[in-house]
C-alpha cells in the first residue's frame, strides 16, 4: 500500500537551519547537512531544504550544503529557494538534490515549470504555492517568502503548474505556518481533489493529530513540517509510531 | 568499472552517490565504448520513454546488448527498466530493448498518476537482487508508467493493481523503484547488484 509520507523541512539562512512563526522571527536551530541526515535516521521519508535567504552571494553557500547533506542522504532530498532559471536548477541536481522546488521564479514565469520538467523530468519539479484565506473557502498565492501577494487563487495555480509539467505540490497554509495549530484541512483538500499530482500539506504542524486530520480529511499525499522536528517538541520516530496506531498507512519501520 | 549510462535522461548523481557510499568505484559515461568494456552496467533514467530513443542513436543500445550477450551484470532503474521491455503505451513508437515480454502500460483512471512516495513491495524468496531483504519492505516509487507482472517479476508492488517493482534473468536486473532513494533497504539492492 502507498504510504503517507512525513517530510522534516530545513529552512535554511546562510548555511544554518531557522525556522520562523509566520514568515517572521527566526531562531537558529543548526547545520543543515547533520540535521538532514538525524532525520533521515529517525525515520523522515524525505527531506526538503528551503533557503530562505536566497541572496545571490548565498548560492555558493547552499551548493556546498546541499552537497555535504547530499553525500549523507539515500532518501529524496529536495532544494528550493532562489532557483530562477535552468541553470540554477541544474547546480543544485549536480550538488546533489532529487528534486527542486520553485515558488515565485514560476508565478513570474510559468514556462519555467517545463523547461526544468523536459529537462529532468516532472518527478524533479515541485511547484511550492504559498497560500494565504482571502475570503470563504479562497485563497490568493503569495511569493517573495509570503510577502507579495499575486491575485491568483491558489486552486488554480496548482492546476496550471500540474499542467505545465510540475510533479507534486507543496501547499503551505500562511495562515497556519509556525502556528502549531494545525495544517489547514481546507485548503489542502481544496488543491489535492483539483489536480491528479501528489499534493504535500505544509504549515501549522503541532502534533500527531493534526498528521493523521491532514492525511483524512484534508486529502493530503504528504505532510511536512519544520519546528516540531528541530526542538524536541516531537521525535518524528515518535510521531510515525502515533499515526501508525491511529491506522496511517505508514513507512514503519524504516 | 562500473558504468552508469548517461543518455541524457535525468539526474544520474544520485546513483553515483550510492555506489560511492557503497564503495563501488563507477563512471557516469555517454561513451559506447566505455560501456563495452564495463565489467557491471547500470542504466538509471527518468522522464519520457521517449528518451530512451537517443540509446540506438548514439551507439549505447548495441554496446548495452552485446554486454548482456556477454552476461555482463546489467541492472535498469525506472525508465531503464521499462526500456528492457518491447516498448511503453506512453511513446508506442519508441521501440524498447525487448529482451524482456511485455509492454509497459499506464495506471488506471481510478488513482492518483504518478505513483509517488513509499511503497511496500512482496518479494520473491529466491530472488538474487532482493537477498536478505524481507518481503513487505519499503521502497521509493516514482513513475506513470508500469510493467506487468510475468515471469521474470521477483518483487510486486499493489497500486491501483499489481505490477512488477522488480524483474530478474540471468545477469539481467530491473527495478522500477530507486534503490538509491530507498533508505537502507535500497542499499543493500545495490549492495547486491555489486557483488554478482
Known amino acids: 500500500m502507498l504510504t503517507k509520507r512525513i517530510i522534516a523541512c530545513l529552512d535554511v539562512d546562510g548555511g544554518r537551519v531557522v525556522k520562523g512563526v509566520q514568515f517572521s522571527g527566526l531562531r537558529d536551530a543548526g547545520d543543515p547537512a547533520e540535521l538532514a541526515k538525524v532525520h533521515s535516521e529517525s525515520g523522515a521519508d524525505e527531506i526538503v531544504m528551503l533557503d530562505i535567504s536566497a541572496a545571490h552571494e548565498r548560492r555558493k553557500t547552499l551548493l556546498d550544503t546541499v552537497r555535504r547533506a547530499a553525500r549523507q542522504l539515500f532518501i529524496p532530498f529536495t532544494v528550493g529557494g532562489g532557483i530562477r532559471t535552468v541553470d ?42 504559498d497560500a494565504k484565506r482571502c475570503g470563504n473557502r479562497s485563497w490568493e498565492a503569495f511569493t517573495h517568502g509570503g510577502r507579495v501577494g499575486t491575485g491568483r487563487d491558489a ?59 491532514v492525511f483524512r480529511h484534508g486529502h493530503a499525499d504528504a505532510a511536512l513540517a519544520a519546528s516540531i522536528f528541530h526542538y524536541g517538541f516531537s521525535k518524528l520516530a515518535d510521531l510515525k509510531r502515533e499515526l501508525g496506531a491511529q491506522g496511517v498507512p505508514l513507512r514503519w519501520p524504516c | 568499472m562500473m558504468a552508469i549510462v548517461d543518455y541524457g535522461a535525468g539526474n544520474l548523481v544520485s546513483v553515483k552517490k550510492a555506489l560511492d557510499w557503497l564503495g563501488q568505484e563507477s563512471a557516469i559515461t555517454a561513451d559506447p565504448g566505455q560501456v563495452a568494456g564495463a565489467t557491471r552496467i547500470i542504466l538509471p533514467g527518468v522522464g519520457h520513454f521517449a528518451s530512451t530513443a537517443s540509446l540506438g542513436r548514439s551507439g ?137
Open chain 2, 60 to 196: 549505447l543500445q548495441n554496446a548495452i546488448a552485446d554486454a548482456l550477450r556477454r552476461a555482463v551484470p546489467f541492472l535498469g532503474i525506472c525508465l531503464g527498466m521499462q526500456w528492457m521491455f518491447e516498448g511503453s503505451e506512453e511513446s508506442p513508437e519508441t521501440p524498447g530493448l525487448g529482451i524482456l515480454k511485455g509492454e509497459c502500460e499506464k495506471f488506471p483512471e481510478r488513482v492518483k498518476s504518478p505513483h509517488v512516495g513509499w511503497n511496500s513491495v512482496e518479494v520473491d524468496s529466491c530472488s538474487r537482487l532482493f537477498r536478505g531483504v524481507p518481503s513487505a519492505s519499503f521502497v521509493y516509487f516514482t513513475h506513470s508508467y508500469r510493467v506487468p507482472v510475468s515471469e521474470e517479476t521477483v518483487a510486486c508492488c499493489e497500486y491501483g493493481g499489481r505490477f512488477s517493482a522488480a524483474v530478474e534473468r540471468d545477469s539481467m536486473f530491473g527495478v522500477q523503484f530507486h534503490p538509491e532513494k530507498s533508505g537502507e533497504i535500497g542499499l543493500k539492492v545495490l549492495a547486491n547488484f555489486c557483488s554478482f
Open chain 1, 88 to 129: 540554477d536548477a541544474a547546480e543544485v541536481f549536480a550538488a546533489g538534490a532529487d528534486k527542486i522546488s520553485i515558488n515565485s521564479a514560476a508565478l513570474a514565469e510559468p514556462g519555467l515549470i517545463t523547461q526544468i520538467a523536459q529537462r529532468f523530468g516532472s518527478q524533479a519539479v515541485v511547484v511550492a504555492i
Open chain 1, 155 to 213: 486552486v488554480e495555480w496548482a492546476l496550471e503548474a500540474e499542467r505545465r509539467g510540475a510533479g507534486e505540490i507543496l501547499l503551505t497554509s500562511m495562515d497556519r505556518d509556525g502556528t502549531g495549530a494545525g495544517f489547514d484541512c481546507e485548503l489542502t483538500r481544496a488543491v489535492a481533489d483539483a489536480v491528479r499530482i501528489p499534493v504535500i500539506a505544509s504549515g501549522g504542524a503541532g502534533g500527531a493529530a493534526h498528521f493523521a486530520e
